[in-house]
């Protein structure tokens, strides 16, 4: 070999060890990266609700670990689930998960926690699978498979069919279509979604719920009729405004606010004639009260979000049919002012 070839080789080598180097650099970039992008995504999974849930329903976390790890689901989708545990069974009796009517059983069949949440976990699964739900902080789709899980797969097609967004109201139609179709009285839990969700608690809610009201109005019932507005009537003063509703449509909150009164009004205590009523401080300067209503949703001191369902539609007290009497005042016990232009500021 000639000294020039050897010069040469060591050349190669050369270009060679430095291109291995450069190699090393481009891994070590990337394994950095991907350790950063990991470290985002722990911290998003911080940041999904809790589980404000009873010790009962806690003793079973490791039992619901274990079936999202057997499900191959999402690791964050176990305060939803210990949430859906809550409200099934509070975490008493053996079939915790409510599980066995979606293995086409009876009820209560049943007989050990432990296959309850393994088969409970499993219908989720399958739920959150159909109903396309791209994670735990997907809200949007998990409500839909939630609602799913107590009134079966089901919803899921019927919601994609009609905006592929669950509504309360949404809801409510299934919910009183299967019934006609089916012939019952009633079937499943329309308001499943506000039942669960108490139990499953961003953990800066708190703080959202202290704030007072925007200041706009929302309108308390959907597809609002106004039987009769603020002003005179029968030679006296009709201090809000009167929304024909039929008896047990959802009536939610206009603002978000601290709820200060919510019970049947007596004479003598300031909400005499109003029937099952509920006050609302927005802390703004204004109240809103919602009256005459067949079952109130809120109890008094419960920091309501803007259209969260307080009560439904009826005729109690000083009424002569169905209809939610809503007010809005400027003062806790009196100043009511006409709703009209602020539930319809446009007009
Ligand atoms: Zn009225």
């Known amino acids: 070999m000639g000294i020039a070839f050897r010069l040469k080789m060591i050349g190669v080598v050369g270009v060679l060890s430095f291109f291995i180097c450069i190699l090393v650099v481009v891994y070590q970039l990337i394994l950095v990266v991907a350790a950063v992008a990991g470290g985002a995504e722990e911290e998003a999974t911080n940041n999904l609700p809790i589980a404000a849930v009873s010790k009962d329903v ?11 790890r057997a499900n191959k689901l999402d690791a ?25 009517e979606s293995m086409g059983d009876a009820p209560n069949t049943i007989s050990k926690a432990q296959a309850s949440i393994q088969q409970g976990v499993k219908y989720f699964a399958s739920l959150v699978k159909s109903a396309k739900v791209k994670g735990p902080q997907d809200e949007d789709r998990l ?6 899980y107590n009134f079966g797969g089901g919803f899921i097609g ?4 009609h905006g592929g967004k669950y509504t309360p109201e949404l809801a409510q139609a299934f919910s009183s279509s299967q019934a006609i179709q089916l012939g019952w009285p009633k079937y499943g839990d329309p308001l499943y979604i506000e039942h669960v969700w108490r139990y499953y608690q961003t953990t800066n809610e708190t703080e959202d719920m ?20 603020f002003g005179p009537r029968w030679g006296t003063m009709h201090k809000g405004i009167d929304f024909g509703q039929p ?23 300031g909400f005499g004639g109003y029937g099952n009523c509920v006050l609302i401080n927005h802390h703004n300067g204004y109240w809103t009260l919602y009256a005459h209503m067949s079952i109130l949703r809120t109890s008094v001191g419960q920091k309501v979000k803007q259209g969260q369902i307080i009560g439904e539609v009826g005729s109690t007290g000083d009424s002569t049919g169905p209809h939610l009497h809503m ?10 002012v006409d709703p009209v232009s602020y539930l319809y500021p446009s007009s």
């Open 58 to 68: 806690l003793q079973y976390q490791a039992d619901f670990e274990e079936a999202i």
């Open 158 to 161: 019927y919601a994609n069919k």
């Open 247 to 269: 008896i047990g449509s959802l009536v939610s909150a206009s603002q978000a606010g601290t709820v200060e009164f919510a019970g049947f009004g007596v004479r003598g205590h």
């Open 143 to 148: 409500k839909v498979a939630v609602q799913a």
């Open 210 to 229: 202290e704030q007072e009201g925007t200041g706009s109005f929302k309108l308390p019932v959907s597809n609002p009729k106004v039987t009769s507005g």
């Open 327 to 336: 007010e809005i005042r400027k003062e806790k016990m009196g100043s009511q």
């Open 76 to 100: 964050g989708y176990l305060n939803i689930l210990l949430a859906i545990c809550m409200q099934e069974s509070g975490g008493h009796g053996d079939d915790v998960m409510q599980a066995s």
